[in-house]
């Protein structure tokens, strides 16, 4: 089950000033040694450090193979490659393209496959309002009212770019960049 909200598009130079969209509530984000823990319960014959050793490698070989320019796919999850973060403008030829001052950086992209692509979901059935079903009942001294579990989202977007991100719509080549740690 996804658990949306809804926020307001505060950008008064967007088309899509106060519409209204919505963005799944993140409760928490699990790295690595989680996963490893979490893959580790279902019953599998290994280890969570052995789980946790083999996602370790895959990351490292999947970065390596994304620098030798080929993409990853891993089916049901994702497509992953690289793109170029050109500079606005751009140059006025190719004899005066410059790496230095034309390219901004490399960003890591993630193009939803399989079962995540929209059009494979029942969206009435997978996803949630946030305020729906998430509403903390408060301790007896008082303590959690008013406060959503899984704590402050301010690390995600915050709805204010018009719902502008790039993001996989229905598999037909949108594109979810991570540059930083930032969604463009």
């Not at 089950?1 to 919505?22: E, H, T, V």
């Not at 989680?34 to 946790?52: V, Y």
């Not at 193979?65 to 500079?87: H, M, P, Q």
């Not at 890591?108 to 079962?115: F, N, S």
Request: neutral net charge; contains cysteine.
């Amino acid at each position: 089950m996804i658990i949306y909200d809804l926020r307001q598009n505060k950008n008064k130079d967007s088309k899509a000033f106060k519409k209204w969209f919505a963005y799944p509530e993140i409760k928490e984000t699990v790295d690595l040694d989680d996963l490893a823990a979490h893959m580790s319960s279902h019953n599998m014959p290994f280890s969570k450090g052995a789980i946790k050793g083999i996602l370790t490698d895959m990351v490292s070989c999947i970065k390596e193979l994304l620098l030798e320019g080929k993409n990853v796919k891993i089916a049901d999850l994702a497509i992953f490659s690289l793109g170029i973060k050109n500079t606005k403008g751009g140059a006025d030829s190719e004899k005066e393209f410059s790496v230095v001052k034309h390219i901004q950086g490399v960003k890591l992209r993630a193009r939803a496959t399989g079962d995540l692509i929209t059009k494979n979901l029942n969206l009435d059935a997978s996803l949630k309002k946030a305020t729906a079903n998430t509403s903390p009942q408060p301790s007896p001294n008082g303590e959690g009212a008013g406060q959503t579990e899984g704590g402050d989202n301010s690390n995600q977007n915050s709805g204010e770019n018009g719902g502008q991100n790039s993001g996989n719509t229905g598999g037909n080549g949108g594109n979810t960049d991570y540059s930083g740690g930032n969604m463009d």
